[in-house]
């Protein structure tokens, strides 16, 4: 993994001198930090990977808890970090990725299964409340919104900053903006997209970001753009959650471009705490 790992502490030893049996989590700030906090009440070791600093604020420090942040690499330095001299040996690999985030889940498959590491995916559930007054517009891939009537919308982006180019070929919309995270090359690619800085938002990842403490931003967002229509991704959680309860509360249009269909079967966090147990 590129990057560096960010030591919440010094892990002592458990019983007999060795350090508790350890997960290796990959998330983000959604899901990610209430699983952590889990897994570290049960007494596991606890390697999270990030891809930036600044979703390192959501996670609380802990004795137990490494941060490593850093893009993956791809399956080869997966596998090699995995079979690495002094490594911690992971009694379980989870993967907790965006469910967009195809490539990702894809390389983790192959190193996991390279190296023999057990490994579990994190399902986020599909949600279907609050449904916006004037319904959800439902999308398999971004090329259909040249089939959308947006003439005469402002339509806002929310999907992140590597689809906008591809979303504002094929919008028909009046005006365009986006909400991305707060990095060099979001704001790159949002740059090379042809969005000015005038129509960019930016989200910083901070520790304890919720529905209620986001909201009040996105919804001063779309007043002061003239926001009617909103396109984000069906990712589950919070996100989408909050981009539902913005467009019901302003009678926005809501278009949800559908997530990808998973290569492999995941468990709710529930279920997967279950199957990870205690060490």
Known sequence: MHGHPFHQGDAPPAR???RPPAIWLLSGTGEG???????LARGWGLRVSVVSVAATRAYSPHPQLELQVGALGG???????????GAPRFRWVVDGTHPFARRISADLQAACAAAGQPLLRLERPGLAEPEPRRGVVRLEALVQLAQQPLAG???LLA??????????????????????LDNPLSLQLARAAGLADAQLACL???????????????RALCRRW????VLCRASGGST?????????ELDLRLLLLLRPPESAAGLCPAALLAKLGHP
């Open 16 to 18: 007999g001198g060795t």
């Open 33 to 39: 930090p209430p699983l952590a906090a889990a897994l």
């Open 75 to 85: 399956m080869d330095a997966i596998r090699a970090q995995l079979r690495a001299e």
């Open 153 to 155: 919308d402002r339509l």
């Open 159 to 180: 999907i992140g900053s590597r689809g906008l180019a591809e979303a504002l070929r094929h919008s028909q919309a009046a005006a365009h903006f986006a909400r991305i």
């Open 204 to 218: 910083r990842p901070g520790k304890g970001l919720t529905v209620a403490g986001t909201g009040s931003l996105e």
């Open 226 to 229: 003239g926001i009617t229509a």
């Open 240 to 248: 989408e959650t909050l981009w539902r309860q913005v467009c019901a």
